[in-house]
């Protein structure tokens, strides 16, 4: 554990400065500042809650951390409100506090789906890590993520000679493991699609890349569709919006948008990672809202365009497992993508199983919010135990989920989900295997 | 007596709608000033109409957790539309005409009936369900965790209004000319009203209206803006 942060009024005044000025926006804020009344709906519907009794993990007491400051310091009956119980004093080890706390809400907006008044604590929660990290106390994998992608243009650090080389080597393996003869070009002038995933499919989800190059030959082999990924910009994973850390979240997501444009590209297309294509659809430079001379789609988009047209044939009996399917919270909560890899799943596998609840009301994973990716303690101060700790227990509700299913495979497209769901399949000794979408692509296409 | 008569029914009323009035205008200045971002959670609306009927369906039939969080779903529902019917039901004692509207043709004796015991049947209900709420606070460990003085204060409040509400419908003769002369007469300068029962269950009221627009009763207009800005997606 790190040390405790020593007692900085300075520091505290600072927080308690971003916490008043949500008087003055966004609307959001304000209102989840107003609203919540403290009905219990959103502790019944959160996985963490689910798996711990612990009061601090109530979605409303941690969103209280920050509405207890705020209308103790911006209202006028700050003192009478306390006296209430409805604000507080700012504590010594305020900062701590909101270290731990706000990295055990995973960011899934599961409590906002059933909010009498729809609050989104995860949008809170996010505030929260904001302030944390203006203040130079993420957890330290966040905070170390964010330096080396700043640094090298990918969270994992590779460079463009490690990148070209896990490309030709996947091709390879595609050659080797399927027959068909594939390409990942780099930084091809006017092809038709700027190809992106989460630069960890290349390290350690080797065979989604592999789908997704076999996925890109049909289409080439359909109607000549052209693509290409980008030497700048082969990293769509992006953890200023896990921080908080706005500045980081834009600044990599433009690295995106500049390969788009130098590239000549008419499509971006966003791979496995629901966090990826959140940012690139919606919330950075790339989003569809800011009128670019390109369109931003995921690649299940895309697949599920040619499946609709029949473009695609499967044998079935390739697949040998049953699979299941996971929505990444990403995807189906903050995208609205959920029926597209079920119907490019269901094409694909003979035994095809849904789990209870699915789509937008799935239980999250446990790993959300960057969560996936810290295994130690971080260096947060007041963290018990570790990380992976953490999310074995928090990952309680979808290990139940799958378990029910009896489904040997379960279907995650997104980096982090997978990471978290290998782990809790292997804490639980289950067997049952973990993978993206497009590998089973590879394995029941026929070319 | 005679100084409570005149602080609750003459001086308290406009310091009540001067606070409730410019405290809900000043809320909603600054709810409507403010910056908005997307934050779409599907599934969500496309378009504006798709929203609106979206957003108004959910709040009708607070449908966000009405199957997977039952047992709050029944107690409140049922209080907020009791609540809602005994409002529209109120109108009839400060409006003469609006006899015309709630009777839609029917005799006043008629009225008067269903006032008397549909109207008392719903603040029995009004009632039990806001016991329930207040209950609830105590024997669930995951909303007693969360609850704070405010919570359990405005709830007791609502139980005050509710009992003095129906002392007022059946314990005692009620006369609706009373209060109707009384708002008619407002603000031109009218007699305080004198039945003590009715002036504690306006009292009650007053300080529910005055908490309104700074607690969270401010969830009546704030439910409409937070559904919406989740159910945006154009």
């Not at chain 1, 300075?10 to 000025?21: C, G, H, R």
């Not at chain 1, 944390?132 to 640094?151: F, N």
């Not at chain 1, 809202?289 to 931003?296: C, G, Q, S």
């Not at chain 1, 299940?300 to 047209?309: E, P």
């Given at each position: 554990?790190s ?31 107003d ?6 709906t ?10 711990n ?13 920050i ?152 289409l080439?082999?359909?109607d ?11 990293d ?140 130690g ?46 782990q809790?399949?292997?804490?639980n ?19 | 007596?005679?100084?409570?008569e ?29 910056a ?21 369906g ?50 006043p ?12 049947a ?113």
């Amino acid at each position: 554990m790190s040390e405790p942060s020593t007692v900085n009024q300075a520091t505290l005044q600072k927080m308690i400065d971003q916490v008043t000025a949500i008087k003055n926006g966004p609307r959001v804020l304000q209102l989840y500042m107003d609203l919540c009344a403290k009905c219990g709906t959103c502790a019944e519907q959160c996985h963490v809650a689910q798996s711990n009794p612990e009061a601090r993990v109530n979605p409303a007491a941690r969103s209280d951390l920050i509405r207890k400051i705020y209308k103790r310091y911006g209202s006028s009956w700050g003192k009478v409100l306390k006296a209430l119980g409805t604000a507080r004093d700012i504590s010594a080890d305020e900062l701590d506090t909101w270290a731990r706390d706000f990295y055990e809400c995973s960011g899934c907006r599961r409590c906002a789906q059933f909010c009498p008044f729809g609050i989104d604590n995860s949008i809170l929660t996010r505030k929260g890590r904001a302030i944390v990290h203006a203040l130079g106390k993420s957890p330290y994998m966040m905070s170390e993520t964010q330096r080396v992608s700043d640094e090298t243009g990918n969270d994992e650090g590779q460079s463009y000679a490690a990148f070209v080389e896990a490309c030709r080597f996947l091709c390879e393996e595609v050659k080797d493991e399927c027959g068909y003869d594939v390409e990942i070009p780099i930084d091809k002038k006017g092809a038709d699609i700027l190809f992106i995933p989460a630069s960890a499919d290349l390290i350690s989800f080797p065979e989604t890349h592999m789908g997704v190059a076999v996925f890109f030959e049909k289409l080439r082999q359909l109607d000549g569709t052209t693509w290409t990924m980008a030497s700048t910009a082969f990293d769509g994973a992006n953890f200023g919006l896990f921080t908080g850390d706005d500045p980081h979240m834009m600044r990599k997501n433009q690295l995106a948008h500049d390969a788009c444009m130098t590239l000549g590209v008419k499509t971006l297309v966003i791979g496995e990672c629901g966090h990826a294509y959140r940012i690139a659809k919606r919330l950075g430079p790339t989003a569809s809202k800011n009128k670019n001379p390109f369109k931003t789609i995921s690649i299940f988009n895309l697949a599920d365009d040619y499946l609709q047209k029949g473009a695609f044939t499967f044998d079935k009996s390739k697949i040998q497992h049953s699979v299941t399917y996971h929505d990444p919270c990403n995807f189906a909560r903050s995208t609205g993508i959920f029926e597209e890899p079920r119907r490019l799943l269901q094409a694909m596998v003979g035994d095809f199983r849904e789990m209870t609840p699915n789509r937008t009301k799935n239980w999250c994973c446990g790993g959300g919010g960057g969560l996936a990716v810290m295994d130690g303690p971080e260096k947060v101060a007041k963290i018990e135990g570790t990380f992976l700790d953490y999310r074995m227990r928090a990952g309680k509700k979808k290990f139940e989920q799958i378990q029910a299913t009896g489904a040997t495979y379960v279907a995650a497209p997104c980096a982090n989900c997978k990471r978290q769901l290998m782990q809790l399949m292997d804490h639980n000794k289950t067997g049952v295997k973990t993978g993206g979408v497009f590998d089973l692509f590879m394995e029941a296409i026929v070319m | 007596m005679q100084m409570v008569e005149i602080l609750i029914g003459r001086v308290l009323p406009f310091v009540t709608l001067a606070v409730f009035v410019g405290g809900l205008v000043w809320r909603l200045r600054r709810w409507n000033r403010a910056a908005v971002a997307n934050v779409a959670l599907y599934p969500a609306a496309s378009n504006q109409w798709e929203l609106i009927k979206k957003v108004l369906g959910e709040v009708a039939w607070f449908s966000s957790f009405r199957h997977d969080n039952p047992e709050l779903w029944r107690k409140t529902w049922v209080f907020h539309v009791t609540l809602l019917v005994i409002l529209v039901g109120h109108l009839r004692l400060m409006f003469a005409w609006t006899d015309s509207l709630l009777g839609v043709g029917m005799g006043p004796e008629t009225i008067d009936g269903l006032s008397k015991w549909a109207g008392g049947a719903f603040g029995i209900v009004a009632l039990v369900t806001c016991v329930m709420l207040l209950t609830r606070r105590f024997v669930r460990p995951r909303v007693k965790e969360i609850s704070s003085g405010e919570d359990f204060g405005v709830l007791i409040l609502l139980l005050c209004i509710l009992l003095t509400g129906n002392g007022l419908r059946f314990l005692m003769h009620y006369d609706v000319g009373v209060t109707r002369a009384y708002f008619a007469s407002f603000f031109l300068g009218s007699e305080a009203p004198q039945n003590p029962q009715f002036l504690l269950h306006f009292f009650f009221v007053q300080l529910l209206l005055m908490y309104l627009p700074f607690g969270k009763f401010l969830h009546i207009p704030g439910v409409f803006y937070s559904k919406a800005l989740l159910a945006k997606d154009y």
